[in-house]
């Protein structure tokens, strides 16, 4: 199995990239990430809107079960 290293997307490094450019990781993949295709400019928009929702909804769980 190839290594894979999915990053923390609530990382400061990560959420200081530009909606354009997190926008394209999704829709033209990025490293080890498949594209996702067939998405509006709005569903990419809204994906990437989420981001920060998700990861605050992650985290909350994380800390739930530590
Ligand atoms: C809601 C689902 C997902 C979203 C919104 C998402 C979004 C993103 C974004 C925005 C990046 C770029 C981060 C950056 O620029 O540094 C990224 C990278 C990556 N994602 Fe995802 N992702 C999702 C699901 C997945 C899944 C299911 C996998 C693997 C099974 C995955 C694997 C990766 C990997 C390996 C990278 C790093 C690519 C690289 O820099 O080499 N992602 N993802």
Avoid: F, W, Y
């Avoid at 997307?9 to 450019?21: I, N, P």
Wanted: proline letters at 5%.
């Amino acid at each position: 199995m190839m290594k894979v290293t999915i990053p923390d997307l609530g990382s400061k490094e990560v959420q200081s990239k530009s909606d354009k450019e997190l926008g394209k990781a999704i829709t033209e993949g990025k490293g080890k990430m498949k594209p996702v295709k067939n998405l509006s400019d709005k569903d990419v928009h809204d994906v990437v809107a989420l981001i920060p929702e998700l990861c605050a909804a992650v985290s909350l769980r994380v800390s739930r079960e530590a």
